[in-house]
């Protein structure tokens, strides 16, 4: 597995941080581990994304938006020169119910990128169940490569 720097990593994970906005900010996202193969983050129980009385079963909205999240985190540290990226596709298969007060994890990587285009693919679980998926996804990112990169633009300062 390919690792990047800690310096490198604790940027990124300051400004994935920084960047995210509304419901993303909301999360309180925590990146656990992060490699140019596959990031993996936490999402801390929140019973505001639960939509039952007993606030134990989460909204599939909110694993979705996890997800499309930490595959754009995954491609950020496995893709150099992406000047920026958009969703193009995202599937999400949800394999049982998201019923826990558990914290969330998800793992995500790149599996394959062309000079336009990321897939992505990822894993959604309770804290402690890693065998016991709570919703798989797949993705595609439209990418622009331009003079400067994403990371290159955000460490000068640059929106």
């Given at each position: 597995?390919?690792?990047?720097?800690?310096?490198?990593?604790?940027?990124?994970?300051?400004?994935?941080?920084?960047?995210?906005?509304?419901?993303?900010?909301?999360?309180?996202?925590?990146?656990?581990?992060?490699?140019?193969?596959?990031?993996?983050?936490?999402?801390?129980?929140?019973?505001?994304?639960?939509?039952?009385?007993?606030?134990?079963?989460?909204?599939?909205?909110?694993?979705?938006?996890?997800?499309?999240?930490?595959?754009?985190?995954?491609?950020?540290?496995?893709?150099?020169?992406?000047?920026?990226?958009?969703?193009?596709?995202?599937?999400?298969?949800?394999?049982?119910?998201?019923?826990?007060?558990?914290?969330?994890?998800?793992?995500?990587?790149?599996?394959?990128?062309t000079?336009?285009?990321?897939?992505?693919?990822?894993?959604?679980?309770?804290?402690?169940?890693?065998?016991?998926?709570?919703?798989?996804?797949?993705?595609?990112?439209?990418?622009?490569?331009?003079?400067?990169?994403?990371?290159?633009a955000?460490?000068?300062?640059?929106?």
């Amino acid at each position: 597995m390919s690792e990047i720097t800690q310096e490198k990593m604790d940027q990124i994970a300051q400004m994935w941080n920084a960047r995210g906005k509304g419901l993303i900010t909301h999360m309180a996202l925590k990146i656990e581990e992060v490699s140019t193969e596959a990031v993996q983050v936490r999402m801390p129980f929140n019973p505001d994304f639960c939509v039952d009385a007993d606030q134990t079963l989460l909204h599939g909205g909110i694993l979705t938006a996890l997800l499309d999240s930490v595959f754009g985190l995954a491609n950020f540290v496995g893709i150099e020169g992406v000047s920026t990226m958009a969703t193009l596709d995202l599937r999400v298969d949800y394999l049982r119910p998201a019923r826990s007060r558990a914290d969330v994890i998800v793992r995500a990587h790149c599996y394959r990128k062309t000079r336009h285009i990321a897939f992505n693919s990822g894993s959604i679980w309770f804290d402690n169940h890693v065998d016991d998926e709570i919703a798989r996804g797949t993705a595609s990112f439209a990418l622009t490569r331009g003079k400067t990169s994403l990371f290159e633009a955000m460490t000068r300062g640059k929106p």
